[in-house]
């Protein structure tokens, strides 16, 4: 058996925010990392599909720069910052043309008065679900395309079943910045040094009560002691009982993960046979406006840094029916819908072309993209992040997080936060390595 003061589960960016922390406090941690690499879903990857440069598989940017704490870390480092809102070219299209200037400021306009009767609705019911929003705007033309933005397309989960609450909790405002070379190597490269991280080593069980405090992690390996330990697996892990707590997790705490289960988000990308680039500038986004509620959204970028490819998101129920339906598919849903803003030159574009699909619901030990609330436990978050055993058993993540909720910037936080919390625990207890 191995003694630490903290043991960690999970090398994503909330345990490696945690780590950081304890290292920094002066104590020593051991985090536990179940797959072959740290970073979670900050994962840079370099597919051969794509001709071998960087990709990020799942998480992209660096949301609300101002206030991101990664981002000093990064300009610290010398790292380059892209500034993705600056150098992105947009275009929208309605039907099969492009909106015009009119048209575009009005939809730009509608997302206040959309937001505003968010509020009003919370306001009035306490917590509604963001489809009820649209429902309550029948002659607003552009809220359905809003929704699709604000739910499957941003937050991975059809608006019917994602609380409004939860949506305008983590508003995120200013700038996003990406990392030259992606986010997943930027955390590999930047926010491992000087931490004792075991990777290949899943954690089985997690037992606490013990003297003083003291919490035993099993894994394959052996086991390991410690005065606190902190849990950063998704809530789809925790949901799927393949880590098992002794004594069982309080009820508040099994409910709160019930109440933010996994939405998931899939990413298609599409690479170029030919040199026709669909009279679209370089790094840029298509998207379109939509007919009615609940029809799915699927925004491009196109030609990103000025590759040879276009990469489409689409989220919810319609990634889920696609993740099951398999690649073929995903990559024929994606053509089709470029098709009708482009026609039949998409097909002679990328015929023969290769393709990419993100599988994040395959993967057991994420199963999902990032966690929403349903409505009504839009404060799942609050309690999830709250100490169990008075501190020496904490949850932390993109679920536990607000304003960050579904972000690298939330997890980290999280991590920092509920290491905090552990050293106050055993420091209280005068918990010390033997």
Request: charged fraction near 20%; hydrophobic fraction near 45%; glycine fraction near 12%.
């Amino acid at each position: 058996m191995t003694e630490t003061d903290i043991v960690i589960i999970g090398a994503g960016l909330a345990g490696l925010g945690a780590a950081a922390a304890v290292r920094d406090a002066g104590r020593r941690a051991v985090v536990l990392e179940a797959s072959n690499r740290v970073g979670g879903r900050a994962w840079t990857d370099y597919p051969a599909a794509l001709g071998g440069v960087w990709f990020d598989m799942g998480a992209i940017w660096f949301h609300d720069a101002e206030h991101n704490p990664l981002v000093p870390i990064a300009r610290t480092a010398g790292d380059t910052l892209l500034r993705s809102d600056e150098i992105r070219k947009e275009r929208t299209f309605i039907g099969n043309r492009l909106a015009n200037p009119a048209e575009l400021a009005a939809f730009g306009n509608a997302w206040a008065d959309y937001e505003a009767a968010a509020d009003a609705l919370i306001a009035s019911r306490g917590d509604a679900s963001l489809a009820e929003v649209t429902r309550q705007r029948p002659n607003d033309p552009w809220a359905a395309t809003i929704e699709a933005w604000e739910g499957p397309v941003i937050c991975a989960v059809d608006a019917g079943r994602f609380s409004a609450l939860d949506w305008r909790r983590n508003a995120l405002g200013g700038s996003n910045l990406v990392p030259d070379g992606g986010i997943g190597a930027f955390v590999q490269r930047r926010l491992t040094g000087g931490l004792a991280i075991r990777l290949n080593t899943p954690v089985t069980r997690v037992s606490r009560g013990g003297a003083g405090g003291r919490v035993t992690v099993e894994t394959p390996a052996g086991s390991i002691s410690a005065g606190a330990c902190i849990v950063t697996v998704s809530t789809g892990v925790l949901a799927s009982g393949m880590l098992a707590f002794d004594p069982v997790l309080p009820a508040r705490v099994l409910n709160a993960v019930q109440s933010l289960p996994m939405g998931l988000a899939m990413k298609v990308a599409l690479r170029a046979t030919g040199p026709d680039r669909l009279d679209l500038p370089l790094h840029c986004s298509v998207d379109r406006i939509l007919e009615r509620q609940g029809e799915p959204l699927m925004p491009f970028q196109c030609w990103p840094f000025g590759r040879d490819y276009v990469q489409g998101w689409i989220g919810g129920s319609v990634a889920l029916d696609l993740a099951k339906a398999g690649e073929a598919a995903a990559v024929d849903f994606a053509l089709s819908y470029l098709r009708r803003a482009f026609g039949g030159r998409v097909d002679r574009l990328f015929a023969g072309g290769a393709s990419l699909v993100t599988h994040w619901d395959a993967d057991p030990l994420v199963r999902g993209a990032y966690c929403y609330a349903v409505p009504g436990s839009a404060h799942a978050r609050d309690t999830l992040a709250e100490p169990v055993s008075d501190g020496h058993l904490m949850f932390a993540g993109e679920a536990c997080h607000v304003p960050f909720a579904g972000t690298v910037a939330g997890a980290w936080l999280s991590g920092q936060t509920a290491a905090r919390t552990a050293l106050a625990a055993i420091r209280r207890q005068g918990f010390a390595v033997e």
